[in-house]
């Protein structure tokens, strides 16, 4: 009796690995503090992570797409469409969208979300303001 066993290894047959968690925060998010102009001033709390690997990561959408995304001891603007184009909020899951975040450079990320849909990131410089967000 011969058994032949095929695609044992549960996945698509391909040798892509699978996203891993990311490492725990740094720090505890601080109080905000308030700008003159009504805006928050934010610091990044997020561990530093590897170049090319995978990370389960959980995108906050709710206030939009180009809002506070800390990755890699970092926040992350968006490339491309932005929260006046909602366009790319429509195939998330709000408020959070469960995907992977991946570390392309040093200065560039990419988000596949649950969907499928990608969305390309630059690592932001300086201070992080943002305006409140409900």
């Given at each position: 009796m011969v058994i032949l066993l095929s695609g044992c290894n549960g996945g698509s047959g391909t040798d892509e690995a699978r996203p891993i968690a990311l490492p725990s925060p740094?720090?505890?998010?601080?109080?905000?503090?308030?700008?003159?102009?009504?805006?928050?001033?934010?610091k990044p709390i997020s561990a530093p992570v590897e170049v090319g690997v995978?990370?389960?990561?959980?995108?906050?959408?709710?206030?939009?797409?180009?809002?506070?995304?800390d990755f890699d001891g970092s926040f992350w603007d968006v490339v491309g469409p932005t929260e006046s184009d909602d366009s790319p909020r429509?195939?998330?899951?709000?408020?959070?969208?469960?995907?992977?975040?991946?570390?392309?450079?040093?200065?560039?990320?990419?988000?596949?979300?649950?969907?499928g849909e990608k969305v390309e990131f630059t690592r932001h410089r300086g201070p992080f303001a943002t305006i409140g967000c409900m």
């Open positions: 740094t720090a505890t998010y601080d109080p905000l503090n308030e700008t003159k102009n009504g805006r928050f001033v934010l995978s990370y389960r990561f959980d995108l906050y959408i709710h206030c939009g797409v180009d809002n506070t995304t429509r195939s998330f899951e709000d408020p959070v969208d469960e995907g992977v975040m991946t570390l392309v450079s040093q200065t560039r990320a990419e988000y596949v979300g649950s969907s």
